[in-house]
């Protein structure tokens, strides 16, 4: 997900989207866990998507 998306989405938005990436992330994981991806890359674009999320999210907390 794109920064610029991110940007467009409403705040209940952004923490609905956060928590599906999280739930995403912590699947991942475990099944790198139990045997290795296809493709690990994916576990640092889902980790970089929430931390964009995240950003946004208190980003605008604190306007």
């Known amino acids: 997900m794109k920064q610029a998306?991110?940007?467009q989405l409403s705040t209940a938005e952004l923490q609905e989207k956060l928590g599906e990436?999280?739930?995403?992330?912590a699947?991942?994981?475990l099944a790198h866990a139990i045997s290795p991806l296809e493709n690990p890359i994916q576990l640092r674009t889902v980790r970089r998507n929430v931390a964009?999320?995240?950003t946004e999210l208190t980003k605008r907390e604190v306007q």
């Open 27 to 29: 699947d991942l994981k």
């Open 52 to 54: 964009r999320l995240a």
């Open 5 to 7: 998306e991110i940007t």
């Open 21 to 25: 990436t999280k739930k995403n992330y």
